[in-house]
T-cell receptor, first 113, second 115 residues
C-alpha cells in the first residue's frame, strides 16, 4: 500500500531547464511534506518542506507547489544545473509522537550540460 | 560535525548468518529510525524509536530486531539473514516533530549483500 506516489521514476533535463517532480498522497491526516535530495553513496538530506496551510514555498531555485484539494504536491527546480543531478524523494508525515516519514519511490534526475 | 554515523559501510553475509548494524548520533536527538532502500521503492521504515527507552515497528519489521542502547545509539539486528534483506540500510535521527520543520538527519548507509 503506497501512501505517497511519486512520478516520474527518472527525468533528464538540459542545463538551464525546469525539472518537475510530482507526488500524490492519500492520507488527509498528513500535515508536513518535505523533499529530500540524495547523491550517490550518501544519505538523503532535507531540501525543502511545506505545510498544507500554504500553496507554495520557494527557496532559491527550488519551489514546492501544494494542492490540498487534489492531494498533490510537486517540486520545481528552476535553471537546473548538472550539480542538481541526484535522486529526489518526496515524503509526508503526520503531526504525532512518532514523527515518522512516509517516502515516495524516488526520482532520479540527470541534468545534461 | 559527525552527525549520524553508521557502521559498517559495507558487509557481505551468507544466508542464515546474523549481524548487527550500528548507528550513533551526536546531535542529542530524541528520535531515531532505521530504513531500507531498494530500487524503485524509496525508503521504507523498518523500526523506529521515538524516544530513549521506546521502540516500535515500522512498515517492514519482519526479520529484524532493534535496540535503543542509549540516547545516542540505535542498533538493527538481522538474526538469520535472507537474500531478500539485501539492501542499503539507513539510520536517521531527529530532535522532535518533523511537522515543526525539524528534519531527519541521515547517515551514509550500510550496503548489505546476502548470498
Amino acid at each position: 500500500q503506497q501512501q505517497v506516489k511519486q512520478s516520474p521514476q527518472s527525468l533528464i533535463v538540459q542545463k538551464g531547464g525546469i525539472s518537475i517532480i510530482n507526488c500524490a498522497y492519500e492520507n488527509t491526516a498528513f500535515d508536513y511534506f518535505p523533499w529530500y535530495q540524495q547523491f550517490p553513496g550518501k544519505g538523503p538530506a532535507l531540501l525543502i518542506a511545506i505545510r498544507p496551510d500554504v500553496s507554495e514555498k520557494k527557496e532559491g531555485r527550488f519551489t514546492i507547489s501544494f494542492n490540498k484539494s487534489a492531494k498533490q504536491f510537486s517540486l520545481h527546480i528552476m535553471d537546473s544545473q548538472p550539480g542538481d543531478s541526484a535522486t529526489y524523494f518526496c515524503a509526508a508525515s503526520k503531526m504525532d509522537s512518532s514523527y515518522k516519514l512516509i517516502f515516495g519511490s524516488g526520482t532520479r534526475l540527470l541534468v545534461r550540460p | 560535525n559527525a552527525g549520524v554515523t553508521q557502521t559498517p559501510k559495507f558487509q557481505v553475509l551468507k544466508t542464515g548468518q546474523s549481524m548487527t548494524l550500528q548507528c550513533a548520533q551526536d546531535m542529542n536527538h530524541n528520535s531515531m529510525y532505521w530504513y531500507r532502500q531498494d530500487p524503485g521503492m524509496g525508503l521504507r521504515l523498518i523500526y523506529y524509536s521515538a524516544s530513549e527507552g521506546t521502540t516500535d515497528k515500522g512498515e517492514v519489521p519482519n526479520g529484524y530486531n532493534v535496540s535503543r542502547l542509549n540516547k545516542r545509539e540505535f542498533s538493527l539486528r538481522l538474526e538469520s539473514a535472507a537474500p531478500s534483506q539485501t539492501s542499503v540500510y539507513f539510520c536517521a535521527s531527529t530532535t522532535g516533530p518533523t511537522g515543526r520543520n525539524q528534519p531527519q538527519h541521515f547517515g551514509d548507509g550500510t550496503r548489505l549483500s546476502i548470498l
